[in-house]
């Protein structure tokens, strides 16, 4: 698995995954290995990684511009 995102928040990151997930790839959240990640600085969730498979880290970067794009 590969890091997507790296010490977003996990709002962020659970959006992320539904998005990637309702395109057939997989996606695991985990806790981010950066300092100072407590929640009494950063909320609920603390901060966290989005890591995909290795061979999808190119179109999952791709959805994640694509949909980008849409919200503007």
Do not use: H
Request: overall charge negative; cysteine-free.
């Amino acid at each position: 698995m590969k890091k997507l995102k790296e010490a977003i928040q996990l709002y962020e990151a659970k959006l992320i995954k539904g998005i990637l997930e309702n395109e057939g790839i997989e996606v695991r959240l985990q806790p981010s290995d950066i300092a100072y990640t407590d929640t009494i600085y950063f909320g609920e969730g603390s901060i966290t990684d989005v890591l995909v498979p290795d061979e999808m880290l190119e179109k999952a970067k791709n959805i994640l511009k694509e949909y980008r794009g849409k919200e503007q």
